[in-house]
């Protein structure tokens, strides 16, 4: 079957085939200089503020499934058999405003205007998964988006009132689901995407197999799943990606499931579409990954990539190796397993060859003695990168504390184990004595750096606090221990 070298998407009611798609073009650029839909704007060009927020819908094996997203950092070429939906989309045929629009009107919810259509997006992706959403909801759905004018308090009330307006059973994305999915499912042809200049190559492969195939003709290319990350290397370092080799399509990559006593997780699912399974089976998880950035890059990011990156601050790889949690490479047809902790080497170093890819990931479920929680410290609670994060996992037997995994993130050049505390802990009665023990011993584990976002010092005594609020937890405080911000 020969190459195609154009992407085919739906942008809005409209199909369209893009040739010459450049590894690095944007979509947020396609729309306002292309198309010249200048309803989606660029505030930040890195993901942060969600004035640029669309909805992509794309086929799953749960059915077609809409997604607020930042065109920002979205690449063209990641959109092959998506259904794209703007903000010019959601008025009716005879003008008048969609619901989400006239609540945020007659309840104020527009101040300079800026960000209005980043928010209308967002909103309407919440109304249509959660009619009658709680404030909670609202909160938790708008992370990604950023009021200059900190006109909040209206918007908050404009979203929680949407349905007052029209319920979203005769919203068209409902209406013509069915068209939609057919149209969509009518673009997937299964064969290999090769487009763009030469020196700017993006390649779609056809399934897994064929990814690993690419990447053994192209060993050096850019692997790029949800570009969280490689979208910045892009708009903020203006740094060549070509040729890049997009996944973010592979049905196959995106699988989770739990299986015996462990979760399976492919490395292309999103940190939303693992959420729900993890969530059921490590609650500690729950509130920790609402953390992680904001919606739209929940919906884009992805926890392969957040282990292939090897960042050390990654929110995923310190409670992932606190699990205990073990990754699959592969290359061509080999595959190998290792321990999560060991594939990160050094600082901007992985145990990842030429030519090789993260595949799955997978994690042992906790027994029954085992106490675990998940930890985020960052200037700003939400939407925010890591000061210092950590995967805490503690198993106590009749009293004594047999096993201890004690993972962190931001206190060395790549995310480690504590050692010496985990040591101090073993062995020893479950009290605050060993636990303080513990926090000492960390200073042993760690010289960390001073930057912008916290000191050594800070980050040495906010990692020993952490220990000693593990424990006040886990030894039944009234309340949980709110110290969440750095």
Not at 133 to 160: D, F, H, K, M, S
Request: proline share 5%; net charge negative; hydrophobic share 40%.
């Amino acid at each position: 079957m020969t190459d195609r070298d154009h992407i085919r998407f739906i942008l809005n009611g409209r199909e369209i085939a893009v040739p010459e798609v450049g590894a690095d073009q944007t979509l947020l650029d396609f729309l306002r200089l292309d198309r010249r839909l200048t309803g989606t704007k660029e505030g930040c060009a890195e993901g942060d503020c969600g004035a640029c927020t669309v909805l992509v819908g794309r086929l799953t094996a749960a059915g077609l499934r809409y997604d607020p997203v930042n065109a920002c950092i979205r690449f063209l070429a990641s959109l092959d058999g998506c259904h794209v939906v703007t903000v010019e989309h959601l008025s009716g045929p005879d003008g008048r405003l969609h619901p989400v629009q006239q609540a945020m009107i007659d309840h104020h919810g527009s101040q300079c205007g800026f960000c209005t259509p980043g928010f209308v997006m967002s909103l309407y992706a919440l109304w249509m998964q959660t009619p009658e959403p709680t404030e909670q909801q609202v909160e938790t759905a708008l992370q990604g988006n950023l009021c200059r004018c900190t006109g909040y308090a209206p918007i908050i009330r404009a979203a929680v009132a949407v349905s007052r307006y029209g319920t979203p059973a005769s919203d068209h994305l409902t209406t013509e689901r069915e068209t939609m999915t057919a149209r969509l499912s009518a673009l997937r042809d299964g064969r290999r995407v090769v487009t763009g200049p030469e020196d700017n190559r993006a390649i779609l492969p056809a399934d897994v197999d064929d990814l690993a195939a690419c990447l053994l003709e192209h060993p050096k290319a850019t692997i790029v799943a949800g570009a969280t990350d490689v979208g910045l290397w892009v708009t903020k370092f203006l740094r060549p990606i070509g040729p890049a080799i997009f996944t973010g399509h592979l049905d196959a990559l995106k699988t989770v499931a739990h299986q015996g006593d462990d979760l399976h997780i492919g490395a292309g699912a999103s940190y939303t579409e693992c959420q729900s399974l993890l969530s059921r089976h490590l609650p500690h998880l729950s509130g920790y990954w609402d953390r992680i950035a904001g919606w739209q890059v929940r919906n884009m990011g992805t926890v392969g990539g957040n282990i292939a990156n090897g960042s050390p601050i990654g929110d995923t790889p310190p409670v992932l190796i606190a699990l205990g949690a073990q990754i699959t490479l592969r290359r061509g047809d080999t595959r190998r397993t290792l321990p999560l902790e060991a594939f990160f080497i050094d600082y901007g170093k992985q145990d990842r060859a030429a030519g090789e890819f993260v595949e799955s990931i997978r994690i042992p479920l906790p027994g029954p003695n085992t106490r675990n929680a998940a930890y985020k410290l960052s200037k700003r609670r939400d939407e925010d990168i890591s000061s210092v994060a950590a995967g805490l996992s503690v198993t106590v037997e009749d009293g004594r504390i047999t096993a201890a995994r004690l993972a962190f993130g931001g206190m060395a050049a790549t995310p480690k184990r504590a050692a010496a505390a985990e040591a101090a802990l073993v062995g020893q009665p479950w009290g605050r004595d060993a636990f303080e023990t513990a926090a000492e011993a960390l200073a042993q584990d760690f010289t960390p750096l001073s930057d912008w976002r916290a000191s050594s010092a800070y980050r040495t005594l906010a990692a020993q606090n952490l220990l000693r609020r593990f424990f006040l937890e886990q030894d039944g405080a009234a309340t949980p221990v709110q110290l969440e911000t750095a």
